[in-house]
């Protein structure tokens, strides 16, 4: 990766990258939009994520964060899909502190893994564990 670009990460808390990597995209309560310059995290920032309401609009919320990429733990079909609408990749599987997470997908070596909910024959948002990893 040797051009800039932003990524958001699904969190647990607003304490930024010093947060945990959210396990559920829908319900994530706080995403860490960051800037890279290849391997190089140049800034970031948190966004108060506008909550799971009626109508699903966390991927429509995360486009307009201007992102490339979004990592998270867990996220159901219909949840990817609509990222893949808006040209937004999808690194699933991710557990752990964001910091190290982004600094991993930075370097090229973090690779999405099994999306979780919605995949695995819970249906879509009844999940009630998250894979770690």
Request: hydrophobic fraction near 35%.
């Amino acid at each position: 990766m040797n051009q800039k670009s932003t990524i958001a990460i699904a969190c647990e808390s607003a304490e930024g990258l010093a947060g945990d990597v959210s396990g559920h995209f829908g319900h994530t309560p706080f995403f860490v939009v960051a800037e890279l310059d290849g391997s190089e995290i140049l800034s970031s920032r948190t966004v108060a994520s506008p909550g799971h309401g009626q109508g699903c609009s966390m991927p429509g919320f995360v486009q307009t964060l201007g992102v490339s990429s979004v990592i998270v733990g867990g996220i159901g079909a219909g949840a990817v899909n609509g990222l893949a609408r808006g040209g937004i990749e999808v690194v699933a599987g991710a557990t752990g502190n964001a910091g190290v997470v982004l600094g991993a997908y930075a370097k090229g070596i973090l690779v999405s893994g099994e999306p979780g909910c919605g995949e695995h024959g819970h249906g879509r948002h009844g999940c009630g564990h998250h894979h770690q990893g």
